[in-house]
């Protein structure tokens, strides 16, 4: 059976950039700490990718903060802080912040308080884009980042969130983007790596292929790749609309990210549908991967208004740039069939 893979929002397939970048890193043996050419070169290595991962995103080097994914990230940002959110953030961010802001239907928030608030740019379940109010303090950008352009030192943030390996990096390896000036206590402590930041040997080889990958990314945004993408997308709601009137396609009225359809089919579970659509030879998901496994519905689509019985038969369809019509056609077919069984069951 050939696989179709349609879970790009949990993570990216490492790009051919980010694998040739790590390869050649695997090579220089020195610290980038250290002050021998072998140290120089390591350095030169990590310093290289900052400035690569800074571009792609509208930042300055100085404001590239590496970490070991978006979710130190969002600890460095947000521990102790007291700021505010609402329940559509990611559980990295939720679990520092007072989840009490307002959702509207469509999934947009709006901070009364923008330096005391935490908004992402694009939700990871439904795709729905914010407008990032001025002065926010800090925004997760992880979804956003490599799927629609990103223009840090514009936003308005203070901070954001980023990992490589939504982007066609490496796993294991993101950044905190920090503008100049601003206050940050560090959790980890130690050598005073990352300009006193964030102590710890840097992770050279991830480094290199996060450098790649985002520089690789910011290309596909600029080139218009992604429009593709989007049609596909509108294709493959367009044939789930076609088999079944009862589907409910959330937010697809508001701005999304090209990639990314959630939706609906009430009294259907999700997690039933991933696993039927997983023995088809699809691979989707029931929402944020972080959160898989657990059988239970959507904490996003409850904060949206929806009704407990559509938020846990959601599921998402996370397209990458190497989807095929063919693939989305399939994979609207395929489970196409299963909603006749389902159909059959319930009759």
């Known amino acids: 059976m050939t696989r179709v893979y349609l879970d790009h929002n ?182 005073g790596q990352e300009m006193g930041r964030r102590a710890g040997t840097e992770n050279v080889i991830g480094i290199a292929g996060f450098g790649a990958a985002a520089e690789a990314a910011a290309r596909d945004v600029a080139e218009g790749r992604w429009e593709e993408v989007a049609e596909f997308r509108n294709i493959l709601e367009s044939s789930i609309a076609d088999i079944s009137n009862k589907t409910i396609f959330v937010g697809n009225s508001a701005g999304r990210l090209p990639n990314t359809s959630c939706y609906a089919t009430p009294g259907w579970k999700g997690e039933t549908q991933v696993m039927q659509m997983d023995l088809a030879g699809f691979a989707i998901s029931a929402g944020s991967a972080c959160s898989s496994g657990k059988v239970k519905s959507s904490r996003v689509l409850r904060a949206m208004g929806y009704d407990e019985v559509t938020a846990a038969s959601a599921v998402r369809v996370s397209l990458g740039l190497e989807t095929t019509r063919d693939e989305v056609l399939a994979f609207a077919e395929a489970w196409g069939r299963a909603y006749e069984k389902f159909n059959a069951r319930r009759a």
């Not at 051919?16 to 695997?26: D, L, Q, S, T, V």
């Open 10 to 191: 949990a993570t990216t397939p490492l790009r051919p950039e980010a694998r040739a970048a790590m390869i050649a890193a695997m090579d220089v043996v020195g610290n980038p700490s250290s002050v021998h050419a072998e140290g120089r070169a390591a350095k030169a290595l990590v310093e290289t990718a900052r400035g690569k991962v800074a571009r792609a995103i509208g930042a300055d080097g100085a404001e590239i903060v590496f970490c070991a994914s978006a979710t130190e990230a969002a600890a460095l940002a947000l521990k102790g802080r007291g700021f505010h959110g609402a329940a559509v953030e990611h559980d990295a961010v939720s679990n520092w912040i007072e989840v009490d802001l307002p959702v509207d239907p469509e999934g947009a928030v709006r901070p009364d308080n923008p330096a005391n608030s935490t908004l992402q740019l694009a939700n990871s379940e439904t795709g729905v884009i914010q407008n990032l109010p001025e002065g926010l303090a800090v925004s997760d950008v992880t979804q956003a980042f490599g799927k629609i352009g990103v223009e840090f030192l514009r936003s308005g943030s203070v901070m954001a969130l980023v990992s490589a390996h939504k982007l066609g990096g490496p796993k294991g390896i993101g950044a905190l983007v920090l503008r100049r000036g601003s206050d940050l206590n560090p959790i980890l402590k130690g050598g």
